[in-house]
């Protein structure tokens, strides 16, 4: 009886379990790590695996973007566009550039990374002093998507399973 009751419960515990829910991740990114750009206006573009959560005032997805001398040459909110995060910066100075990231997930933790690239400035361009960088101000919590009713499938499995361990559990006739 002790073994009977012991599937049973683990029947329960495995019909109710949830599946682990991973965070988000970027899927890609330009540029690369390591990537040579030519000096110019470069888009910085992280593209994540769902929908990151930008809080009312933007803020919550930050980045920020360091030259070759360790001058910060943006820090400040990630735009975010669906599932993209995108910053276009002016750059003039060659090297080595750090970008470091961190977003809020669609599940609500947050999620950072980092990467270099390389920035090669052989025409001689003088980046705009006056380039003004995108608002974050406007973007909202991304809406939650409506649940998918499937209660009746719920009630359906619970059913099947009360029946298969009445079934299960009930005393043998002996003959």
């Known amino acids: 009886m002790k073994h009977k009751l012991w599937i049973a419960v683990m029947a329960l515990a495995l019909a109710f379990s949830q599946p682990a829910l991973a ?4 899927v890609s990114q330009s540029p690369t790590d390591g990537e040579v750009v030519s000096a110019g206006v470069i888009e910085i573009r992280l593209e994540f695996s769902g929908v990151p959560i930008s809080l009312e005032d933007g803020s919550g997805n930050e980045i920020e973007v360091t030259g070759p001398t360790g001058e910060i040459a943006y820090s400040g909110c990630l735009p975010i566009e ?18 470091s990231w961190r977003a809020v997930s669609s ?4 999620i950072s990374g980092n990467f270099n690239f390389e920035v090669e ?25 409506e649940p998918a009713d499937f209660y009746w499938l719920l009630w359906l499995s619970l059913g099947i399973l009360a029946a298969g361990i009445f079934f299960f559990l009930r005393p043998k006739k002996r003959i």
Do not use: K, M, R
Request: aromatic share 8%.
């Open 107 to 110: 599940d609500g933790h947050p």
């Open 82 to 99: 669906g599932n993209f995060g995108i910053l276009p910066i002016d750059l003039d100075e060659a090297g080595s550039h750090s970008v």
């Open 121 to 145: 400035n052989t025409s001689g361009y003088v980046a705009d002093p006056a380039f003004s960088f995108p608002e974050c101000g406007q973007n909202l919590i991304a809406p939650a998507e």
């Open 23 to 26: 965070h988000d991740e970027v």
